[in-house]
């Protein structure tokens, strides 16, 4: 009689069966995990910049308070529900900031930044997320520079670079790059802003024609940055409203990230420059990583603008 053969028990493994690759990276890692996500670094991305970059009358304990616990507290961004419900504060906020304020003291940016959280808000209680906000993102990107076009394409003052040569001799950012290259003087600047403060801020000042020293350099240079202005925001518009595919898609971050670097180069304004490197890594074509990397470097690169420009 053949005797079955008995199996023999393995040895009780002691302790918790993990992947090899579990521990790699520590606690450290895993908590710092979902913000480098690409929807967790968009978030992070967008909730810098509007720290940083959000007018006065807007709550600002309650902001940063908001702000905070999602930077801070990492289950927030990766719980969907807590993220919407915190985005959701935020939104209001920044919907009862301009409310506050006076209309015509808020730069554009600040609206785009209500469309954007908006934006993260809505999609965010989608089916899939990523998917709708990424052609939330580039829709909004497209559209809004199709307007922006549109509009120095009709405003006469703006194609013949009037407009820019006021901007040039008035606009205290700009005037840190041009004093900077000697372009002119910072009291040429100074004198013609004292001009014009009584027309803009106070109504019992009567509407007069008012005399500005115009530098003969910004007077020869305005038509061409004007038209170099429509050129890059028409390319942007164009980039992310057709249906680019394969190599053409990079055309997106292409001219996104010459029109921020030429832009804002100029014009130091990381408030616009942030929002639009965050609504374009939402938008990308690339891959997760590739895509954090690039977008990631425009934010910089504008932060880094305006940082010299601060220094000048």
């Known amino acids: ?44 991305l967008t909730l810098v910049t509007y720290l940083i970059s959000s007018p006065r009358g807007t709550f600002p304990v309650a ?45 554009n940016h600040h609206y785009l930044k209500l469309y954007w959280l908006l934006a993260l808000l809505l999609t965010g209680m989608t089916s899939d997320p990523v998917a709708a906000l990424r052609r939330t993102a580039r829709w909004l990107i497209g559209l809004v520079f199709v307007f922006a076009t549109v509009w120095k394409l009709l405003v006469p003052d703006f194609v013949d670079g009037s407009l820019l040569t006021y901007l040039l001799t008035t606009d205290g950012n700009m005037d840190r790059v041009l004093v900077a290259v000697g372009w002119h003087e910072a009291d040429r600047t100074i004198e013609n802003r ?65 029109f921020l670097v030429v832009t804002y180069g100029l014009l130091p304004v990381f408030g616009f420059g942030g929002l639009l490197a965050a609504m374009g890594l939402a938008a990308s074509g690339l891959r997760d990583r590739p895509a954090i990397l690039v977008h990631l470097a425009m934010w910089a690169t504008v932060g880094g603008l305006t940082i010299v420009a601060d220094l000048l």
């Open 63 to 107: 902001r940063i308070a908001a702000v905070g616990a999602l930077l801070l507290v990492p289950w927030l961004v990766s719980d969907r529900r807590w993220r919407v419900g915190v985005l959701g504060v935020l939104f209001v906020l920044a919907a009862a900031g301009p409310l506050s304020s006076p209309l015509l003291d808020l730069d």
């Open 194 to 258: 004292h001009e014009i403060v009584g027309l803009r801020h106070d109504p019992t000042v009567p509407l007069e024609p008012t005399e500005l020293d115009m530098p003969s350099r910004s007077v020869a240079v305005a038509p061409a940055l004007a038209i170099a202005t429509v050129l890059l925001e028409g390319a942007v518009a164009v980039a992310y409203l057709l249906p680019l595919r394969g190599r053409w898609e990079r055309l997106q971050e292409i001219s996104l990230f010459t």
């Open 1 to 44: 009689m053949t005797e079955e053969p008995t199996e023999t028990a393995a040895a009780p493994h002691e302790g918790p069966v993990e992947p090899p690759t579990a521990n790699r990276g520590g606690r450290l890692r895993r908590l710092f995990t979902p913000y480098l996500s690409r929807t967790g670094m968009v978030l992070t």
